[in-house]
């Protein structure tokens, strides 16, 4: 519980406007996440969140919980295709400590619904469908840029001074 809260809290300013990168950031780097999600968060199908451990502090609680929000609004953004080039970007460097994150949750979901029928929410992802959308959304990036480059060729030979001046030539010879 001290070493989430002092990790965590040394990167993270909940204050800062950039917090849910700091944490996101955080999520993607430091490879405790993954155990601490799977021990110590469980879904709660009842009020559809997490359910709050009684392991951890109150602070390393709140820690948790902030860090399992920006973790499932990324994986909702990711799956609809809604997120920005630059968490894309943040996730496809850290795309196993993403999978493991993933399957983390999924372990937590599957532990705490044992012997419950309830399905598991709808921002829950399994690596595999994870691994998908993000593999398809960042070849849409590449192949946006492959033709942002090719376009940005043509306009610079367009833009030349010899076809300038060649065209200035064409049209005084008519």
Known sequence: SRMLVKFVGNKVDSKADDSEDQMLRSL??????PPYIRHY?????????GKKSSKL????????????????????RLKNAKITVKHLRIAREHEEQLLKLCEAMDASNS????????KM??????????????QTLWR????FNHKKKRLNSLFSLCTSEDISESMKTTKHNK
């Open 41 to 49: 968060w469980c879904y709660d199908s009842s009020t559809s969140e």
């Open 28 to 33: 993607l780097t430091w490879n405790c996440w």
């Open 121 to 134: 929410p709808a921002s829950a992802s399994h690596r595999k469908s994870c691994q998908d959308a993000l």
């Open 57 to 76: 502090g109150e602070e390393a609680q709140m820690v948790l919980q902030l860090a399992i929000s920006v973790l499932e609004a990324l994986l909702v």
């Open 111 to 118: 532990e705490s619904k044992k012997g419950q029928k309830a």
């Open 140 to 143: 849409e990036v590449e192949e």
